[in-house]
């Protein structure tokens, strides 16, 4: 029940950094604005001009996927390793509860 539960953990993780969406259109054009609006005139100038803005928009799109790409799969990994370290140390919970007793009986101190 407990791997179910952080198999849908994990699965809600990628789910909210969208990283199937984020590698898809990994060089998609990031909030472009000016560039189609004057992509309809035949001046070479501003030709190279919208090309450019294109260039910068995907650029300024590729840096902040990979960004948020890097992080979403950082601390999908650090969730998984929490969960395994607390599937391990879980069952040892009651021996530690008793550990401690014994200790206070004893009069050990730290």
Known sequence: MFFVGMKNQ???AADFFSIRLLV???????????ATESASS?????????????????????????????VGTFLIILQAVAGCVI????????????GCVV????????
């Open 42 to 70: 035949p001046d070479l100038g501003t030709q190279i001009s919208v090309f450019f803005d294109k260039l910068l928009s995907r650029v300024i799109g590729a840096v902040v996927r990979l960004i948020l790409l890097i």
């Open 87 to 98: 599937a391990i140390l879980w069952p040892l919970a009651p021996a530690l509860i008793a």
């Open 24 to 34: 898809g259109n990994m060089f998609a054009p990031f909030r472009q604005i000016s």
């Open 10 to 12: 994990l699965q809600n």
């Open 103 to 110: 200790l206070a009986i004893t009069g050990v101190s730290f």
